[in-house]
């Protein structure tokens, strides 16, 4: 059974010789027979059906393969197919076209365009790209793409979408967590030493403003010691030696009401009860803050800077008491 348009010659009989003195037939010796096929029609046209079930060379497909997007064209100049995995949330546009030509040296121009012919700009997103057909032009020549449409994973998809990423999330946790605490203790420390050598040059002229607001606030309160010794000898003189005590005695009584109007204005400026502890840590406070304007010592500064060093000192030795008691404790429990 051949295929239509093609047909059998039919094979060609020899002539019959009669012999002169005996009527017989004899036949010429037989020559070889041939089967020959002839093909009609347009020979394209036979070639098509060879090639019926296969892509066309030039044609640019998208399918989805493990939940990516798999981009399949020819190359230009080595004329073979090649598949582009393309990562939605990540890749781009440009990073894109960047693939197609560093794949392909001989790809000169490539752009995307939409049906409508605008271009769309280099910084799109291919999971924007990807949601409806567009237009791939390399060297000039447009071809079309078709996208097809993801179907919306349903609610229990989702589910155990989450579930995967909490187990992935848990395993990574197990695998790697002491390998990140080790690293994060080793920032921790370099952190520490870096604040540290900020802090010398500071700590240093701290400590001289801090000797002399110290020498000033002690020299005062030996002063006010002083003056209320002054104070108690005088009116003892005046009482023993120059007065009598019924006169001193109503003196005495208005110099410790003047006292308490005194102690009870300094709260009212402070809004700090009158001690002794509270008063030396105010003055102490205000030769600090002058001999630091004196000296150009920035307060703000260095308190952030002792700020941060607490903090980092702290978290170094959380991450160091989870790493040596509270991990081994938890593996052995998960274990």
């Known amino acids: 059974m051949l295929p239509s348009g093609l047909y059998l010659g039919r094979s060609l009989l020899l002539p019959t010789i009669r012999a002169r003195d005996r009527a017989c037939l004899r036949l010429r010796p037989p020559t070889p027979q041939v089967l020959y096929m002839k093909l009609c029609g347009n020979s394209k046209y036979y070639q098509a059906l060879h090639y019926g079930t296969v892509m066309p060379p030039d044609e640019i497909t998208v399918n989805y393969r493990h939940g990516l997007p798999l981009v399949t064209l020819t190359l230009p ?15 781009t546009v440009g990073s ?21 012919g605008s271009e769309i700009p280099a910084s799109t997103l ?42 992935v999330h848990r395993l990574f946790t197990i ?11 080793r ?14 040059p500071l700590e240093q002229v701290k400590a001289r403003i801090e000797a002399r607001s110290e020498a000033k606030t002690s ?5 006010g010691l002083a003056l209320l010794s002054v104070q108690g000898g005088a009116l003892a003189w005046l009482t023993w030696w120059v007065y009598s005590w019924d006169i001193m ?57 002792k700020e941060d060093l607490a903090k980092a000192t702290e978290s170094l030795e959380n991450v160091r008491h989870s790493l040596h008691f509270r991990m081994p404790g938890e593996l052995n429990k998960k274990n």
């Open 77 to 91: 100049s080595r004329k073979e197919r090649c598949q582009f995995v393309v990562k939605p949330m990540l890749s």
């Open 249 to 305: 005695e109503p003196i005495t009584f208005f110099l410790t009401f003047a006292n308490s109007m005194v102690f009870f204005a300094y709260f009212i400026i402070t809004r700090q009860n009158y001690t002794y502890s509270s008063v030396r840590s105010r003055q102490f406070l205000q030769f600090f803050h002058k001999k630091s304007k004196q000296q150009c010592f920035d307060v703000e500064q260095y308190n952030k800077l």
């Open 126 to 167: 291919m999971d924007t790209l990807l949601m409806k057909g567009f237009k791939l032009v390399i060297n000039k020549l447009a071809y079309d793409v078709q996208c097809h449409k993801k179907e919306k994973p349903t609610e229990e998809h989702m589910i155990e979408l989450e579930n995967l990423k909490s187990l």
């Open 187 to 200: 920032h921790l420390m370099a952190k520490i030493d870096h604040l540290k050598e900020q802090l010398q």
């Open 96 to 116: 894109f076209l960047q693939d197609l030509q560093n794949e392909d040296k001989g790809i000169k121009t490539a752009a995307i365009i939409t049906a409508d």
């Open 219 to 223: 020299g005062l309160l030996w002063a």
């Open 175 to 185: 695998l790697h967590l002491e390998e990140f605490q080790k690293k994060r203790e």
